[in-house]
């Protein structure tokens, strides 16, 4: 017997509006850091908070693909790979950013990395409450 596997659009998965939230706290970020650091401050930010939004866009996608009971086994296959490639994007992104981007300011990159993964840890817990 087939199994029957369900796909469910990128837009109504449940990780979309953590990512929204993500890309929000990016944004602020930049903004601050250009007001008060300077331009390289504030892209490196961005840079720092993309890098998150990216790898985290990439893990929604391959994990939350597949909904329903009968999709168990490719849901686990699909948070394994979502995972495994959110780590390798990450990497090669945070890779990318110290070679090809200069000038380069690596605290401001990590703290806009930082607080671009904090948004996302505690994005399902503001949303409850709002």
Known sequence: MATQVVFQQFHRQPGFPILIFQAIVTAVITVFFAVSGG???AYSALLG???ALLA???FA???FRYFGARSAKAIVQSIWAGAMGKWIITAVL???AFV???PLDPM???IGY???LLAAACAPLLMKVF
């Open 108 to 110: 401001k990159l990590f």
């Open 94 to 96: 945070f890779a990318l």
């Open 61 to 63: 996608f391959k994990a």
């Open 100 to 102: 090809g981007v200069e």
């Open 114 to 116: 930082l607080l671009a």
């Open 56 to 58: 985290n866009a990439y």
């Open 39 to 41: 331009w390289v401050a």
């Open 49 to 51: 908070g993309l890098i």
